[in-house]
Structure formats: structure tokens, C-alpha cells
């Protein structure tokens, strides 16, 4: 079975900062790689996704993760965060064939501080 | 359309009482999910519908009854639940192609809680 670790529940840092959010996870299949995010009381919004292809993947508000296989790692990234990004970031993985279900990690809660 | 709708966007109910909580979608997909997600927790999957059978159930507790009568809309029927069933409830939904990677689009949840 897959499995997900968020390695920090917490992450603060200042507005303009740098930011890299942590996830591992754990499979003995090929998998596909995701990284949600969710604003205070709202529902889950696809950030970005690995199926295949270029390791590096970006999303549209200047978000990346690098898919590393060796590491079994996806971490997410961004140069310069702000006060916007503000929500938890949650890392998934499913299976690469059909419908099987996402597995999500314990999630990140990224604060941005002024 | 490229949305999921879930209404009531918030439901307080007693534990003697039944309502339902449904989810629409127009995108034409075939399988849709409810998930529950606790506070402070990641989302955690209760059914799987694929073209309106239920295809997975993660041992839920009888008091959690899903229903797809089409293949746009999901209700989750609740009766005579218990405090702990407090939670945010996300439906989504998905293509259903096989063997190809289906994403999965949510829904903004219904905030249950259960006096």
C-alpha cells in the first residue's frame, strides 16, 4: 500500500521568503504525485501533479515540485511566498492505473507572516 | 462547467436526526467520492462510486448511507449520528477511463456538526 509524509505540520515564514514544503512517500508500484491546497474553510484545489514526464513540475502561482525517485520524494517550492499562501498544503499519491482512491499526507500548514 | 457544488454549505444536526447531503456535478464524469475530513486532518475517502455503483466502501458505519441516483448527483444520508461525526464532508468527482489517470475536482464541502 502507498503511504505519505508531511515531515513538518507547521511552517512559518515571512512574507518574500522562500519556502519548501516537505513530502515523502513510501510505494513498491509506480505512482502519480500531487500536492493540494486548502484556504481556510474551503475545499481542496489541485496545485500541482507528476504523472510522467519532466521531473519538475510548476504551477501557475509560482509554486514547483520535483518529482525524485531515487529520494522518493516531492517536495513543493516557492521562491518568494505571500501574506495569499497563507493555508494548508496537503501532499497525495495514488496508484498509476484507474480510479484507485488519492492517499493523502497529515498536510503543512504554511503561515506567512508580514 | 468545471465545479462541484455541495449543498448545504453548513448542516447542524441533533443525533436522533436523518438529512442528507448532496453533491452535483456537469462535467459528464463517472465516479464520484465522499470524503470526511476532521479538523487539523487530511481528507480521509468513504465511497467510490463509479458509474453509479458503489465500487468502494472504507468500512464506514452503516449510519453513513450513500446514494447515486444519477450519474450527477451523490447524496450522503446521515442518521442517528454521534458527536465524532462532526467533520467536513468533501464530495469529488472524476472521469472514470480505466486504466488512465482520472483527477479527481472537489467540492467546497458541507460542515457538519452533530450535537
Known amino acids: 500500500a502507498q503511504s505519505v509524509t508531511q515531515l513538518d505540520s507547521q511552517v512559518p515564514v515571512f512574507e518574500e521568503a522562500p519556502v519548501e514544503l516537505r513530502c515523502n512517500y513510501s510505494?513498491?508500484?509506480?505512482?502519480?504525485l500531487f500536492w493540494y491546497v486548502q484556504y481556510p474553510n474551503q475545499g481542496l484545489q489541485l496545485l500541482l501533479k507528476?504523472?510522467?514526464?519532466?521531473?519538475l513540475v510548476e504551477s501557475i502561482n509560482g509554486f514547483e515540485a520535483e518529482f525524485n525517485k531515487s529520494q522518493t520524494s516531492f517536495h513543493l517550492r516557492k521562491p518568494s511566498v505571500h501574506i495569499s499562501d497563507t493555508a494548508e498544503y496537503f501532499c497525495?499519491?495514488?496508484?498509476?492505473?484507474?480510479?484507485?482512491?488519492?492517499?493523502f499526507g497529515k498536510g503543512t500548514r504554511l503561515s506567512v507572516i508580514a | 462547467d468545471t465545479e462541484v457544488t455541495q449543498t448545504p454549505k453548513h448542516l447542524v444536526m441533533g443525533m436522533t436526526n436523518k438529512k442528507s447531503l448532496k453533491c452535483e456535478q456537469h462535467?459528464?464524469?463517472?465516479?464520484m467520492y465522499w470524503y470526511k475530513q476532521k479538523a487539523k486532518k487530511p481528507p480521509e475517502l468513504m465511497f467510490v462510486?463509479?458509474?453509479?455503483?458503489?465500487?468502494i466502501n472504507e468500512s464506514v458505519p452503516s449510519r453513513f448511507s450513500p446514494e447515486c441516483p444519477n450519474s450527477s448527483l451523490l447524496n450522503l444520508h446521515l442518521h442517528a449520528l454521534q458527536p465524532e461525526d462532526s467533520a467536513l464532508y468533501l464530495c469529488?468527482?472524476?472521469?472514470?477511463?480505466?486504466?488512465?489517470?482520472?483527477?479527481?475536482?472537489f467540492g467546497p464541502g458541507t460542515r457538519l456538526t452533530v450535537l
Open positions: 469529488a468527482s472524476s472521469q472514470d477511463k480505466g486504466s488512465s489517470y482520472n483527477e479527481q475536482f
Open positions: 507528476y504523472l510522467s514526464g519532466s521531473t
Open positions: 510505494s513498491s508500484v509506480s505512482v502519480y
Open positions: 462510486y463509479s458509474y453509479e455503483k458503489l465500487s
Open positions: 497525495a499519491v495514488t496508484l498509476n492505473s484507474g480510479n484507485t482512491p488519492l492517499v
Open positions: 462535467m459528464g464524469h463517472r465516479a
